[in-house]
């Protein structure tokens, strides 16, 4: 029975965790990757079906899948994963679905564990999918709530953009009552919507601008973009934190408060920017906003370019409404991370360094071997484009230096993007061979040690079946495979490693050693799980 004077303390991903749970999400599916982790592994403790896929593309059509089947599915990804989902979001907005789906993308403004800081509300707007951006765990758990609602009424995949500051802030919140969105039935075929050759996704094109015109009005006039009676001198347009920041920054000011950004709500920002002398938006990354309100010929001032960096605080939001310039950035303080004591990887940078050796590095823990005392990291591009970029210097470098390349990579990420680069390397190998290095540390560490196919566990860390890197390597048609321990017998790994450079030819060694910090965390919930089977 829901107690409705119940307040709950909770993040923004445990808020979307527990609104999917209480509108009776099917299936949570998704890959690790901050500051989105945590939905589905709350999802999953609440008692939600969640599994984490090999990566954001499998995840996305597995619940383009359970959504066609009539169910309602949640996707959750970090920003940089919506690159990888970009192929299926954009013809699952022409197909749409008769279930419901949404897909969280976490964005990273400052890169606080990110390799870029892109602002994904443009993917809305250039997949022609709705948009909600919530500001605080409450409107975190309406809006996704909300966004399933959407979802099936139009049947159309919906967007929930969220930010670091927003995924783990904590802030109270009442849940509602729960609700069932649908319920999955007999199939219900429909070649025509779901089939996208070319003379069915025509029509589907149509069928989308026409929903959108549709959402649009329903958000002109929805209650969850509302205006905020202040000072008529000021009035400032924000959604998401940049909300936060602005109210504190200047309460005096009149606010439109927007949480649907795609498509957005032109009328009534018009209306709004009309009935004020100045009109500003406040948002973080970029000007988003700011070009769409404009291109609708709405005159609002934006903000000055060297505030599109990190992310905004109440003393830059006031920067930006004072046209002050923005701040140097600060220099970080603390002294960088690095890889922890007695990993694995640092046998395997260390060898590398000796050896003088070109590295082509990927995304992980591990990347931390790009910094002193190892430096043995030469680029990193993206999920599993070690591999590639290490096959591209092979080809053009001279011989003598394209044999000093070596690409390295994760067992997680292999599995996530680094199967196909190797099956580029089988089918055009370098004339000089090329040698890959797996560090294979038995877990998703770097997002906080979650499970993937080569760990033969699932999500709650069940058992599953285990993909065999060696096999799979093997019957890609690469011969030189290697498995070794590279803490066990430093000397011997560091052999092999000049060994397989020497010789040429296509070599793999898949360097297996757990993690430390991983295999604590094991044996700690083992052994709290033993002792809840003893209690009578």
């Given at each position: 029975?829901?107690?409705?004077?119940?307040?709950l303390?909770l993040s923004g991903d445990?808020?979307v965790a527990?609104?999917?749970l209480?509108?009776?999400v099917?299936?949570g599916v998704?890959?690790?990757?901050t500051?989105s982790t945590e939905?589905?592994e709350?999802?999953?403790k609440l008692g939600g079906?969640?599994?984490w896929?090999p990566?954001?593309?499998?995840a996305?059509?597995v619940?383009?899948?359970?959504a066609?089947?009539g169910?309602a599915a949640l996707?959750t990804?970090k920003?940089?994963?919506l690159?990888v989902?970009?192929d299926p979001?954009?013809?699952?907005?022409y197909t749409g679905?008769p279930?419901a789906?949404?897909?969280?993308?976490a964005?990273d403004?400052?890169?606080?564990?990110?390799q870029?800081?892109?602002?994904?509300?443009?993917?809305a707007?250039a997949?022609?999918v709705?948009m909600f951006e919530?500001?605080d765990s409450q409107?975190?758990?309406d809006?996704?709530r909300?966004?399933?609602?959407l979802?099936?009424k139009?049947q159309?995949p919906?967007l929930?953009?969220?930010?670091?500051r927003?995924?783990?802030?904590q802030?109270?919140?009442?849940r509602a009552a729960?609700?069932?969105?649908t319920?999955?039935?007999?199939y219900q075929?429909?070649?025509?919507?779901?089939?996208m050759?070319?003379g069915?996704?025509?029509?589907?094109?149509?069928r989308?601008?026409?929903?959108l015109?549709?959402i649009e009005?329903?958000?002109t006039?929805s209650?969850l973009?509302?205006?905020?009676?202040?000072?008529?001198?000021?009035?400032?347009?924000?959604?998401?934190i940049?909300?936060?920041?602005?109210?504190?920054?200047a309460?005096e000011?009149?606010?439109?408060?927007l949480?649907?950004t795609?498509p957005?709500p032109v009328a009534?920002?018009?209306?709004?920017?009309?009935g004020v002398?100045r009109?500003?938006?406040?948002?973080?990354?970029?000007p988003?906003l700011?070009?769409?309100?404009?291109?609708?010929?709405?005159p609002v001032?934006g903000?000055d370019?060297g505030?599109?960096?990190?992310?905004?605080?109440v003393?830059?939001v006031?920067?930006?409404l004072?046209?002050?310039?923005?701040?140097?950035p600060?220099?970080p303080?603390?002294r960088?991370?690095?890889?922890?004591?007695?990993?694995p990887?640092?046998?395997?940078?260390?060898?590398?360094?000796?050896q003088n050796?070109?590295v082509?590095?990927?995304?992980g823990?591990y990347?931390?071997?790009?910094?002193p005392p190892f430096?043995?990291?030469d680029?990193?591009?993206c999920?599993?484009?070690?591999?590639?970029?290490g096959?591209g210097?092979?080809?053009?470098?001279?011989?003598e230096e394209?044999?000093r390349?070596?690409s390295v990579?994760?067992d997680s990420t292999?599995?996530?993007s680094?199967?196909?680069?190797?099956?580029?390397?089988a089918?055009?190998p370098?004339?000089t061979g090329?040698?890959?290095l797996i560090?294979d540390?038995?877990t998703t560490a770097?997002?906080?040690f979650?499970e993937h196919?080569?760990?033969?566990k699932?999500?709650?860390?069940s058992?599953?079946?285990?993909?065999?890197f060696?096999d799979?390597?093997?019957?890609?048609?690469?011969?030189r495979v290697h498995?070794?321990?590279?803490?066990?017998d430093?000397r011997a790994?560091s052999?092999?490693?000049?060994?397989c450079?020497?010789?040429?030819?296509?070599a793999?060694v898949?360097?297996?050693r757990?993690?430390?910090?991983a295999?604590r965390?094991?044996?700690?919930?083992?052994?709290a799980?033993?002792?809840?089977?003893?209690?009578?």
């Amino acid at each position: 029975m829901l107690d409705p004077t119940e307040r709950l303390l909770l993040s923004g991903d445990a808020a979307v965790a527990r609104a999917a749970l209480d509108c009776g999400v099917h299936l949570g599916v998704g890959y690790p990757g901050t500051p989105s982790t945590e939905i589905l592994e709350d999802f999953s403790k609440l008692g939600g079906n969640a599994e984490w896929a090999p990566n954001e593309k499998v995840a996305l059509e597995v619940g383009i899948g359970a959504a066609f089947g009539g169910a309602a599915a949640l996707v959750t990804m970090k920003h940089v994963g919506l690159n990888v989902a970009a192929d299926p979001l954009f013809t699952v907005a022409y197909t749409g679905v008769p279930g419901a789906l949404v897909i969280v993308s976490a964005d990273d403004p400052g890169m606080h564990s990110s390799q870029n800081e892109q602002d994904n509300r443009n993917f809305a707007k250039a997949a022609g999918v709705p948009m909600f951006e919530p500001s605080d765990s409450q409107e975190a758990y309406d809006l996704t709530r909300e966004a399933f609602r959407l979802s099936h009424k139009h049947q159309i995949p919906v967007l929930l953009r969220m930010t670091t500051r927003t995924c783990h802030s904590q802030t109270v919140l009442r849940r509602a009552a729960p609700i069932r969105i649908t319920e999955p039935g007999a199939y219900q075929r429909d070649i025509k919507s779901r089939v996208m050759i070319p003379g069915y996704a025509r029509p589907a094109h149509r069928r989308l601008r026409a929903k959108l015109a549709a959402i649009e009005q329903e958000f002109t006039g929805s209650e969850l973009n509302y205006v905020v009676e202040g000072d008529r001198a000021l009035g400032i347009i924000a959604s998401g934190i940049s909300y936060v920041h602005a109210r504190e920054a200047a309460p005096e000011a009149s606010f439109l408060k927007l949480t649907t950004t795609h498509p957005l709500p032109v009328a009534l920002a018009r209306k709004f920017a009309a009935g004020v002398e100045r009109c500003i938006v406040i948002e973080e990354g970029d000007p988003y906003l700011v070009e769409n309100l404009r291109a609708h010929g709405i005159p609002v001032e934006g903000k000055d370019e060297g505030y599109r960096f990190g992310e905004l605080n109440v003393g830059l939001v006031r920067g930006i409404l004072a046209h002050a310039p923005a701040p140097e950035p600060a220099t970080p303080r603390g002294r960088p991370p690095q890889l922890c004591a007695g990993c694995p990887h640092r046998t395997v940078f260390a060898t590398l360094a000796r050896q003088n050796c070109i590295v082509t590095g990927d995304i992980g823990c591990y990347t931390l071997g790009v910094l002193p005392p190892f430096e043995a990291m030469d680029s990193c591009v993206c999920m599993g484009a070690s591999i590639g970029v290490g096959l591209g210097l092979r080809h053009v470098l001279p011989p003598e230096e394209a044999r000093r390349v070596v690409s390295v990579i994760g067992d997680s990420t292999f599995v996530h993007s680094g199967i196909t680069g190797l099956v580029e390397m089988a089918y055009n190998p370098p004339p000089t061979g090329h040698l890959v290095l797996i560090v294979d540390n038995g877990t998703t560490a770097m997002t906080g040690f979650q499970e993937h196919p080569g760990t033969g566990k699932v999500l709650d860390h069940s058992p599953a079946s285990k993909l065999s890197f060696e096999d799979l390597v093997k019957s890609i048609g690469i011969t030189r495979v290697h498995v070794i321990d590279p803490t066990e017998d430093m000397r011997a790994f560091s052999d092999l490693v000049k060994a397989c450079l020497d010789s040429g030819e296509l070599a793999v060694v898949i360097a297996r050693r757990p993690c430390l910090l991983a295999e604590r965390k094991q044996t700690a919930t083992e052994r709290a799980a033993a002792s809840q089977s003893c209690t009578p």
